[in-house]
């Protein structure tokens, strides 16, 4: 298996500004239906839930895109798509939506809790498309968030309703002749430069979209044919086919006969090898690249060298569409059109194969994104496997299928611990994790690496009980077994929860321990570099600041050496934490300011957060104890969605403790608190862009804060430091 290609990454430094939804940008021109999103905006007036409906192929997602980017302005907090149609199992709904909503959550909490409080207090506008596979399961959580979040609404599309009380249901219809007419001729002059309707066939056309019902996605694959055909020898086709329809079921649909001819004819005029290539791509759960491509779909009967130009002949006729991502080209397959090459795949009996070629393709990118996760390549390994993640559910999911491949999904879910706890998806990771452990297979490997992962994700999410239970385990099964490795993580994740449980004296002990069992195997990567700084964070909590700089300056050579990023922040944390002891100012904000760029950057809440509460504190010894509780504030918002505040641990509270006091007697209660509850204002990307603005040029205007009753002028704040001039960190 080839290495997978991977773009440049976005710089740390990059001022990550505000979001306000993530409706993608039309590629193309939108056509026609003038009165349709006239009336559908009329109807999100009346209620606060509006679900589109039709038949495959009428353009409902294309519609209810351009209707939110029309009301873009109505929400204050942004318009958010969620696309479901590549989420199948309905336990994934919820996480679906958290990450369309752009959210981040390390705790234990369901993810239908962090939905519900991200919506409560917002106004903003969620377009649900392609539930209708989900259907049960998503009118629930709908029902759920439009009664405990007040200004929220929903717009949905489907081919049913949702069927909730208050709906409005706005059956969206074919186009009519006018419309239908114009994006023939639009998205044909697209596929062969210079088409222009004459007079001469103007009819024909006319003809061909009454035929093809105005149905859009019909429209679009028949111009894809005037590549090679003309108007007129489509309709003579299209005719053929429909005189086909005869003999099927009387209860079917005529429209539905009609996509279904339309994308049927299509495919017959497609040559062999391109309609082999169209059955096998839909195998893929969302977007895919080229590689997994070459290596799924090739074959005795399908070289792979033959592949790109088989794909490109399907992007030409609008079979297969191509999209631009952080991951690089991607391509997908319509829902309708992935539906009908499935039935076709089916049909050839080699479904089955092509699952598990494509579940073994899955492995090894995983495989070599944790490999990459070590070195200059992270942020290309975080992008894609965030774009793959689909694809890797459901390469879990054949794994769970049979008992003899269990261990398979085990593997997958436990290599992914670099995206579950570097990338903000622990919760998710857990309910993996969970999943796969279930099933009662052999001690082996797979099930040890699963087990310390499941462990470590505990930690993280503030589950001791849950984390004592994995890592007990994968200790004891390890040592029985002899796998040094799963031991030695084992150690290195229970000396992390003595850390975050107040125990720094057992946590040096273990941590040390498992150092040196990493030292005795070879291993070196992120974990045994966190490992270090976490040792560092433990020695630095028993006051040695120094001998905690010390361990973490190595960590930080050894990360610029390699390329790695993610540890680099944690090392830097503790580095900016140590500084502290020897005066405000310079050395500790530039080290945190770079803990927060590379944490926010990989979506790390957690590395994130810290870094918030330390900037604070740093900012209020500044002199600035009115931008230091807009901080604070902002901390206290994003704390719920990482765990409990500073892990309810006394070490990691005293820094904020130290920050509350000084800001208090600065500022007095009553406009602390008014600072403070400015800053729960604020979202994540505003946060982290106003603290590393913060200090750059002086005290930092906030926005939205109370009023200054001296007209803006400050009195730097009395400072109560150590002998050496810093704050006292205990």
Same mark, same amino acid.
């Given at each position: 298996? *080839? *290495?997978?290609?991977?773009?440049?990454?976005?710089?740390?430094?990059?001022?990550?500004?505000?979001?306000?939804?993530?409706?993608?940008?039309?590629?193309?021109?939108?056509?026609?239906?003038?009165?349709?999103?006239?009336?559908? +905006?009329?109807?999100?007036?009346?209620? %606060?839930?509006?679900?589109?409906?039709?038949?495959?192929?009428?353009?409902?997602?294309?519609?209810?895109?351009?209707?939110?980017?029309?009301?873009?302005?109505?929400?204050?907090?942004?318009?958010?798509?969620?696309?479901?149609?590549?989420?199948?199992?309905?336990?994934?709904?919820?996480?679906?939506?958290?990450?369309?909503?752009?959210?981040?959550?390390?705790?234990?909490?369901?993810?239908?809790?962090?939905?519900?409080?991200?919506?409560?207090?917002?106004?903003?506008?969620?377009?649900?498309?392609?539930?209708?596979?989900?259907?049960?399961?998503?009118?629930?959580?709908?029902?759920?968030?439009? !009664? !405990?979040?007040?200004?929220?609404?929903?717009?949905?599309?489907?081919?049913?309703?949702?069927?909730?009380?208050?709906?409005?249901?706005?059956?969206?219809?074919?186009?009519?002749?006018?419309?239908?007419?114009?994006?023939?001729?639009?998205?044909?002059?697209?596929? *062969?430069?210079?088409?222009?309707?004459?007079?001469?066939?103007?009819?024909?056309?006319?003809?061909?979209?009454?035929?093809?019902?105005?149905?859009?996605?019909?429209?679009?694959?028949?111009?894809?044919?005037?590549?090679?055909?003309?108007?007129?020898?489509?309709?003579?086709?299209?005719?053929?086919?429909?005189?086909?329809?005869?003999?099927?079921?009387?209860?079917?649909?005529? !429209?539905?006969?009609?996509?279904?001819?339309?994308?049927?004819?299509?495919?017959?005029?497609?040559?062999?090898?391109?309609?082999?290539?169209?059955?096998?791509?839909?195998?893929?759960?969302?977007?895919?690249?080229?590689?997994?491509?070459?290596?799924?779909?090739?074959?005795?009967?399908?070289?792979?060298?033959?592949?790109?130009?088989?794909?490109?002949?399907?992007?030409?006729?609008?079979?297969?569409?191509?999209?631009?991502?952080?991951?690089?080209?991607?391509?997908?397959?319509?829902?309708?059109?992935?539906?009908?090459?499935?039935?076709?795949?089916?049909?050839?009996?080699?479904?089955?194969?092509?699952?598990?070629?494509?579940?073994?393709?899955?492995?090894?990118?995983?495989?070599?994104?944790?490999?990459?996760?070590?070195?200059? !390549?992270?942020?290309?390994?975080?992008?894609?496997?965030?774009?793959?993640?689909?694809?890797?559910?459901?390469?879990?999911?054949?794994?769970?299928?049979?008992?003899?491949?269990?261990?398979?999904?085990?593997?997958?879910?436990?290599?992914?611990?670099?995206?579950?706890?570097?990338?903000?998806?622990?919760?998710?990771?857990? *309910?993996?994790?969970?999943?796969?452990?279930?099933?009662?297979?052999?001690?082996?490997?797979?099930?040890?690496?699963?087990?310390?992962?499941?462990?470590?994700?505990?930690?993280?999410?503030?589950?001791?009980?849950?984390?004592?239970?994995?890592?007990?385990?994968?200790?004891?099964?390890?040592?029985?077994?002899?796998?040094?490795?799963?031991?030695?993580?084992?150690?290195?994740?229970?000396?992390?929860?003595?850390?975050?449980?107040?125990?720094?004296?057992?946590?040096?002990?273990?941590?040390?321990?498992?150092?040196?069992?990493?030292?005795?195997?070879?291993?070196?990567?992120?974990?045994?570099?966190?490992?270090?700084?976490?040792?560092?964070?433990?020695?630095?909590?028993?006051?040695?600041?120094?001998?905690?700089?010390?361990?973490?300056?190595?960590?930080?050579?050894?990360?610029?050496?390699?390329?790695? %990023?993610?540890?680099?922040?944690?090392?830097?944390?503790?580095?900016?934490?140590?500084?502290?002891?020897?005066?405000?100012?310079? +050395?500790?904000?530039?080290?945190?300011?770079?803990?927060?760029?590379?944490?926010?950057?990989?979506?790390?809440?957690?590395?994130?957060?810290?870094?918030?509460?330390?900037?604070?504190?740093?900012?209020?010894?500044?002199?600035?104890?009115?931008?230091?509780?807009?901080?604070?504030?902002?901390?206290?918002?994003?704390?719920?969605?990482?765990?409990?505040?500073?892990?309810?641990?006394?070490?990691?509270?005293?820094? +904020?403790?130290?920050?509350?006091?000084?800001?208090?007697?600065?500022?007095?209660?009553?406009?602390?608190?008014?600072?403070?509850?400015?800053?729960?204002?604020?979202?994540?990307?505003?946060?982290?862009?106003?603290?590393? %603005?913060?200090?750059?040029?002086?005290?930092?205007?906030?926005?939205?804060?109370?009023?200054?009753?001296?007209?803006?002028?400050? %009195?730097?704040?009395?400072?109560?430091?150590?002998?050496?001039?810093?704050?006292?960190?205990?």
């Amino acid at each position: 298996m *080839r *290495r997978p290609h991977h773009p440049r990454p976005v710089p740390d430094d990059a001022d990550p500004g505000p979001v306000r939804g993530n409706l993608p940008a039309e590629l193309n021109t939108f056509v026609g239906r003038d009165d349709e999103l006239a009336h559908l +905006r009329r109807l999100m007036r009346e209620s %606060r839930l509006v679900t589109v409906a039709g038949v495959a192929g009428v353009g409902k997602t294309r519609f209810v895109t351009r209707a939110a980017a029309l009301m873009e302005k109505r929400y204050c907090d942004g318009v958010w798509i969620a696309e479901l149609s590549a989420v199948r199992d309905p336990d994934l709904l919820e996480h679906a939506l958290v990450e369309a909503l752009g959210l981040t959550d390390h705790t234990s909490r369901p993810p239908r809790t962090t939905l519900v409080e991200h919506c409560a207090g917002r106004r903003l506008l969620l377009v649900i498309d392609g539930f209708e596979h989900l259907a049960d399961a998503c009118a629930g959580l709908v029902r759920e968030l439009l !009664r !405990r979040a007040p200004h929220l609404q929903v717009l949905a599309a489907g081919r049913r309703p949702l069927r909730l009380d208050g709906e409005l249901t706005f059956p969206l219809m074919p186009m009519t002749d006018v419309d239908a007419l114009e994006l023939f001729a639009r998205r044909a002059a697209a596929v *062969r430069p210079g088409f222009r309707l004459t007079d001469g066939d103007r009819e024909t056309a006319r003809e061909l979209c009454r035929r093809l019902d105005g149905i859009p996605l019909a429209l679009e694959l028949a111009a894809g044919r005037l590549r090679a055909l003309t108007t007129e020898q489509v309709l003579h086709r299209l005719d053929d086919r429909f005189r086909l329809l005869t003999g099927g079921s009387p209860s079917a649909l005529p !429209r539905h006969q009609t996509l279904r001819t339309a994308i049927g004819w299509s495919h017959e005029l497609c040559a062999p090898e391109q309609r082999l290539l169209w059955a096998r791509l839909s195998v893929f759960a969302g977007q895919f690249d080229l590689e997994a491509v070459e290596y799924i779909c090739s074959g005795p009967d399908l070289p792979a060298d033959s592949v790109l130009d088989v794909l490109d002949e399907l992007l030409a006729q609008s079979v297969v569409l191509r999209e631009d991502s952080a991951a690089g080209s991607r391509y997908r397959l319509l829902d309708t059109v992935r539906e009908y090459g499935a039935e076709w795949l089916k049909a050839t009996g080699d479904a089955e194969r092509l699952r598990r070629r494509h579940r073994d393709w899955y492995l090894g990118l995983a495989t070599w994104c944790e490999l990459d996760w070590f070195g200059p !390549r992270q942020a290309e390994a975080a992008a894609r496997i965030d774009s793959e993640l689909p694809n890797l559910r459901r390469a879990m999911e054949c794994s769970m299928e049979s008992p003899d491949e269990v261990h398979l999904a085990q593997y997958l879910a436990g290599t992914l611990w670099f995206y579950w706890a570097g990338c903000g998806r622990l919760s998710e990771g857990r *309910r993996w994790l969970d999943h796969v452990l279930e099933e009662e297979t052999p001690y082996d490997h797979s099930r040890l690496k699963a087990l310390w992962v499941l462990g470590y994700v505990a930690v993280l999410q503030g589950d001791p009980a849950g984390a004592v239970s994995a890592l007990q385990e994968c200790r004891e099964e390890g040592e029985r077994s002899g796998d040094a490795t799963a031991v030695a993580y084992a150690v290195h994740r229970t000396g992390c929860l003595s850390i975050v449980t107040d125990d720094p004296v057992r946590a040096e002990e273990l941590l040390r321990e498992a150092l040196g069992r990493y030292r005795e195997i070879g291993e070196l990567n992120s974990n045994v570099l966190m490992a270090q700084v976490e040792l560092g964070m433990a020695v630095a909590f028993r006051g040695d600041l120094d001998a905690a700089a010390a361990i973490c300056d190595e960590v930080r050579e050894i990360c610029e050496d390699h390329g790695e %990023r993610w540890a680099l922040a944690y090392a830097l944390y503790v580095l900016g934490y140590a500084a502290l002891r020897s005066g405000p100012g310079g +050395r500790a904000r530039r080290m945190l300011r770079q803990s927060l760029s590379i944490a926010h950057a990989f979506h790390d809440l957690l590395g994130t957060v810290l870094s918030l509460e330390l900037l604070a504190l740093i900012t209020v010894v500044e002199g600035d104890a009115v931008e230091a509780a807009v901080l604070q504030g902002a901390a206290d918002r994003i704390w719920p969605s990482v765990g409990l505040p500073l892990f309810g641990s006394a070490h990691y509270g005293r820094p +904020r403790a130290e920050c509350e006091e000084r800001a208090r007697t600065e500022l007095g209660d009553a406009r602390y608190e008014a600072e403070r509850r400015a800053g729960r204002r604020l979202d994540a990307r505003t946060a982290v862009a106003r603290a590393l %603005r913060a200090g750059a040029d002086g005290p930092t205007a906030p926005e939205g804060t109370a009023g200054e009753a001296d007209g803006g002028t400050r %009195r730097p704040a009395a400072s109560r430091t150590t002998g050496r001039g810093g704050p006292e960190l205990g």
